[in-house]
C-alpha cells in the first residue's frame, strides 16, 4: 500500500483536502502539484509541480483531485483513471458515515457532514462541510454537495450537478444531471431538466 499521498490543486478546495489527508494520519508523505508556477507550498506542505507532471509519480503516490470544479474534477478523474493510478477517498474524522453507506474513489467527506446510512456517494463528489445526506440517497459521480446543504431520505442527484450553500432538498425527489441550486434554494419537485435554479421554492432561471 502506498504510505504518499499526492493532491492536485493547492488552493482553497485543495488546502481542505489536504487538511482532512493530515488528519486521517495515513500517509507518511503530502505533497501538491498546482499550475501556478508561483506557489510553492500550501498549508506548510511542498508543491512538487504542475498537473502536467502527474505521470512521474503514478507508481509512488495516491491521487487525489482538490479541485472544487466539477467539471475539471471529473476531467482529470478519468485521466487519472485511464494512467492507471490509485485514488483514494478522504473522510474527515469528524464526519458521521452510517452503516451500509457506499463511498467511491475520489470523494471527499468534510468535517461535520453526516451520511445516514444505505446510501452511496458517486466517485470524485464533493460532500462539503456541516451538510447531511439522509438514509436511501443515491449521488452521482463529480457531484459537489455544498456546505450546509440537506437532503432528506431517497434522493438522487445526477451527475455533475451542484447544490448550493444551504439548499434544502425534500424527500423522495430526483434531479437530474448538471443541475446548479442557488444559496439557500429549496426543492420541493423533481428537476427533470439541467438548468440552474433559485429560490423558495426553487424555479429554473436557465
Given amino acids: 500500500m502506498m504510505n504518499k499521498l499526492l493532491i492536485i490543486g493547492a488552493s ?8 482532512i489527508a493530515l488528519k ?12 501556478d508556477t508561483n506557489v510553492k507550498t500550501s498549508i506548510g506542505l511542498d508543491v512538487i509541480g504542475t498537473s502536467s507532471d502527474v505521470s512521474k509519480y503514478i507508481n509512488e503516490y495516491e491521487i487525489f483531485i482538490g479541485i472544487g470544479n466539477n467539471v475539471t474534477r471529473r476531467r482529470m478523474h478519468r485521466m487519472l483513471e485511464t494512467l492507471g493510478a490509485s485514488i483514494p ?38 460532500i462539503n462541510t456541516g451538510s447531511t445526506v439522509d438514509h436511501d440517497n443515491k449521488i452521482g459521480d463529480f457531484v459537489h454537495i455544498s456546505p450546509g446543504a440537506h437532503l432528506a431520505g431517497t434522493v438522487e442527484v445526477g451527475a455533475g450537478s451542484w ?29 427533470t431538466e439541467p438548468g440552474v435554479y433559485v429560490g423558495i421554492p426553487v424555479r429554473r432561471i436557465k
Avoid: Y
Wanted: glycine share 12%; hydrophobic share 45%; net charge neutral.
Fill in 12 to 19: 482553497g478546495h485543495g488546502k481542505v483536502v489536504a487538511d
Fill in 163 to 191: 447544490l448550493g450553500i444551504g439548499c434544502i432538498v425534500n424527500n423522495n425527489l430526483n434531479i437530474t444531471r448538471e443541475c446548479k441550486t442557488g444559496a439557500g434554494s429549496v426543492v420541493v419537485k423533481n428537476l
Fill in 89 to 126: 477517498v478522504l473522510v474527515h474524522p469528524n464526519a458521521i458515515i452510517g452503516e451500509q453507506v457506499q463511498i467511491e474513489t475520489g470523494a471527499v467527506i468534510m468535517a461535520g457532514v453526516v451520511i445516514n446510512s444505505c446510501t452511496k456517494i458517486g466517485k470524485g463528489s464533493i
Fill in 24 to 35: 486521517a494520519n495515513k500517509w507518511e508523505s503530502i505533497a501538491f502539484l498546482d499550475d
